[in-house]
Antibody, heavy 119, light 111 residues
Framework: QVQLQESGPGLVKASQTLSLTCFVSGASISSGTHYWSWLRQPAGKGLEWIGRIYTSGVTNYNPSLRGRVTVSADMSKNQFSLELTSVTAADAAMYFC???????????WGRGTLVTVSP | QSALTQPASVSGSPGQSITISCTGSSSDIGGHDYVSWYQQHPGKAPKLIIYEVSNRPSGVSNRFSGSKSADTASLTISGLQTEDEADYYCFSYSSGITYVVFGGGTKLTVL
């Protein structure tokens, strides 16, 4: 059973960097068969895809966030991470990590972690 | 503004069928079969219920079905049950600049 668990500070100051980690169990992120993604959902709003990483280190990012976002992976710890710089109130959201299916869809999700941005 | 357009809400009675539409463009829904649907109950993570237009993951009820015509994808739920009350989101790969796109979500109320 593939399980994902997000971890990170729930409160970030505006203009600073948001850093989250997704711990994966039941699957190896180094297996080379899936992408691993980050998504977010502001309170009461819809979902937004942030970016993803493949085993080889290839990354894809949402153009609206490009320049502020970095997704990286630590194969030895079977985890991948998100960094979002220069955060504003608009970045406050529930952040989810997910494993992509073989195509463009999100097969397994973490429970999410809430990030609040303070002034 | 979401790139894919869904109705804000739909409703139905137990046992009935409902359909949720998701309209995009030739860059996304109309140009690819990478349409997926997600169910999200309040306070929970989204759950994949349909992928690649009409495929159901293992364990998802066959009351959920998906289809596509031109630039519009549809999710049909038959034999509505109270536990189907949730938000539903469509998602598609896009060959446009956005790369992938979500719908704004549809709130299903089971009356």
């Amino acid at each position: 059973q593939v399980q994902l668990q997000e971890s990170g500070p729930g409160l970030v100051k505006a203009s600073q960097t948001l850093s989250l980690t997704c711990f994966v169990s039941g699957a190896s992120i180094s297996s080379g068969t899936h992408y691993w993604s980050w998504l977010r959902q502001p309170a009461g709003k819809g979902l937004e895809w942030i970016g993803r990483i493949y085993t080889s280190g290839v990354t894809n990012y949402n153009p609206s966030l490009r320049g502020r976002v970095t997704v990286s992976a630590d194969m030895s710890k079977n985890q991948f991470s998100l960094e979002l710089t220069s955060v504003t109130a608009a970045d406050a959201a529930m952040y989810f990590c997910a494993r992509d299916g073989p195509g463009y869809y999100f097969e397994y999700w973490g429970r999410g972690t809430l990030v609040t941005v303070s002034p | 503004q979401s790139a894919l357009t869904q109705p804000a809400s739909v409703s139905g009675s137990p046992g009935q069928s409902i359909t949720i539409s998701c309209t995009g463009s030739s860059s996304d829904i109309g140009g690819h079969d990478y349409v997926s649907w997600y169910q999200q109950h309040p306070g929970k993570a989204p759950k994949l219920i349909i992928y690649e237009v009409s495929n159901r993951p293992s364990g998802v009820s066959n009351r959920f079905s998906g289809s596509k015509s031109a630039d519009t994808a549809s999710l049909t739920i038959s034999g509505l049950q109270t536990e189907d009350e949730a938000d539903y989101y469509c998602f598609s790969y896009s060959s446009g600049i956005t790369y992938v796109v979500f719908g704004g979500g549809t709130k299903l109320t089971v009356l």
